[in-house]
């Protein structure tokens, strides 16, 4: 019988939790324990969520690239790059040289507000998926 | 720990404190073992000068692998410290900086052991500490005024200009987003866009201030010792700065540090803290201001998490509570992303 590694990890995090820290008398070492108890029970969940959030966030990005190419046709240079590269990447994380270039156009220029109205659902949504592994 | 400690140390308070012979260290013990400098308590008997002597000390030092190591310094602290002890705020007196790690195993600061207790809010104790202390009504006022007297100091007469003055304007808001951007480039940290949202944000809103008092920048309940009801001591001197009294209003009024309760920082109903801060200060509190410096707060944590994260990732420290705080930066930032309005 073999277990899978995230199946692995959330028993390792029990021991660590239930019968190893409570064992150790020096307080340190025994944070020390509850501690890696915590990492390795969240690392856990990243392993098990981990594709299902690949999946959700790789629909999304094309979704939102689909929407902000009208709204960001004829931006300045630097914003039509950075939005090329959102495109060729289809990752979240390419989406913060965008936001950055957005806000050198300005803050209270109309597309831009728009296009931060497309770009915050998914950043939302990104964060959620975070979070189902940190809490 | 200790016995290397006091190996170093009783030589040195010896000739510090010009003793006649030996000095005798008592009960010394590490009472945090934080993510910041090492804190020790003790108590030293000595003679001087044919005198008995007798005296309590808290002594900190800086491991140099600690949370905030690139921006807080004991050697600003020291000096931070001399300076208050001509103003109003409650604060630890002073003795001796030693930069010289050769001496004392580390840099390293000695001041006044104060009396009184610290509990931490995190805890079901410590909320329990301060709802007992919120409805006794003592220490709200007491711990309102310690802020009032923070803001209150003239900080260019005692000499804290050295800390640097922004001019009046948004310079202020904008020095704080450049020291937090800083030390998110320095974490190492690949980021996330809500920062690059959070940040632009605070760039295009920064809010113009036209008085600047010293500002503590963490002042709430586990900053401050406690004794009798009353502050005795504000702590933690590592993130002030010339400022936006503000700046401090509003970590007074984040939800952050507050839990299951409407007390602010666990401790001071709002009203009493509106009514008295003012009144103490002569300055009006500004909500819209405060509301701003709450997203610079989800900045600042975002950058916390993210410099303790680094340096689990980096080799410097093994203290696996900041491997851990690799999540607290989603936290972080879920929070800027509600304050932003999603």
Redesign the interface.
């Known amino acids: 019988m073999s277990l899978e590694p995230a199946e692995l990890l959330r028993r390792l995090s029990a021991s660590l939790r239930a019968d190893i820290g409570p064992a150790v008398a020096d ?2 070492a025994r ?2 324990a509850f ?2 108890s ?2 390795l029970e ?1 690392v856990s969940r990243q392993l098990e969520l981990g594709p299902a959030h690949a999946r959700a966030e790789d629909a999304e990005m094309v979704a939102l690239v689909d929407a902000l190419g009208p709204v960001l046709a004829g931006a300045p240079p630097a914003v039509s790059s950075a939005l090329l590269d959102v495109g060729n990447h289809h990752t ?2 390419s ?6 270039q ?2 050198a156009w300005g ?1 209270a220029e109309p597309r831009v507000i728009e296009a ?1 109205g497309l ?3 998914t ?2 949504k ?3 998926r ?2 189902a ?3 | 720990m200790s016995d290397e400690l006091l190996s170093v140390l009783t030589p040195y308070l010896a000739e510090r404190l010009e003793a006649d012979g030996e000095v005798v260290v008592d009960q010394l013990d590490r009472i945090a073992v934080g993510w910041s400098h090492e804190t020790w308590l003790f108590d030293a008997s000595w003679m001087a000068k044919g005198e008995p002597r007798s005296q309590g000390f808290c002594l900190r030092r800086d491991p140099g692998n600690a949370l905030l190591r690139q921006m807080s310094d004991l050697g600003e602290q020291f000096k931070v410290l001399r300076c208050l002890e001509a103003t109003d705020v409650p604060a630890p007196e002073v003795y001796f900086y030693e930069e010289d790690p050769a001496v004392l195993g580390a840099p390293a600061l000695l001041m006044e052991k104060v009396a009184g207790v610290c509990p931490s809010p995190w805890g079901k104790a410590g909320r329990e500490f301060y709802a007992a202390a919120a409805a006794r009504g003592v220490l709200p006022l007491s711990f309102t005024e310690s802020l009032a007297a923070i803001h209150n100091a003239d900080w260019r007469a005692v000499g804290l200009d050295f800390l640097g003055v922004p001019e009046l304007g948004d310079a202020f808001a904008r020095r704080e987003i450049a020291k937090w951007r800083l030390l998110i480039e320095q974490s190492g940290h690949p980021g996330h866009p809500i920062l690059a949202d959070l940040i632009g944000w605070l760039e295009a809103n920064a809010p113009s201030t036209d008085r600047l008092t010293l500002v503590h920048g963490a002042f709430r309940t586990g900053n401050v010792l406690i004794a009798d009801d009353r502050v005795s001591a504000v702590l933690d001197w590592e993130l002030q700065v010339i400022g936006d009294p503000m700046y401090d209003v509003a970590y007074m009024l984040t939800e952050l540090n507050r839990e299951g309760t409407d007390l602010l920082s666990n401790v001071v109903p709002r009203d009493v803290f509106f009514d008295r801060y003012e009144s103490a200060t002569g300055i009006t509190i500004d909500e819209d201001r405060c509301r701003y410096y709450q997203l610079l707060y989800a900045m600042r944590s975002a950058a916390f998490w993210m410099s303790a994260a680094g340096l689990f990732a980096d080799g410097a420290n093994r203290d696996l509570r900041l491997a851990r705080t690799e999540w607290s930066v989603s936290v972080a930032l879920e929070r800027a992303a509600k304050e932003l309005g999603y």
């Open positions: 307080e340190y944070t020390q501690m890696a915590v990492i969240r979240v994380a989406l913060g040289p965008l936001l950055e957005l806000y803050s931060l770009i915050r659902p950043l939302r990104d964060i959620d975070k979070m592994v940190a809490e």
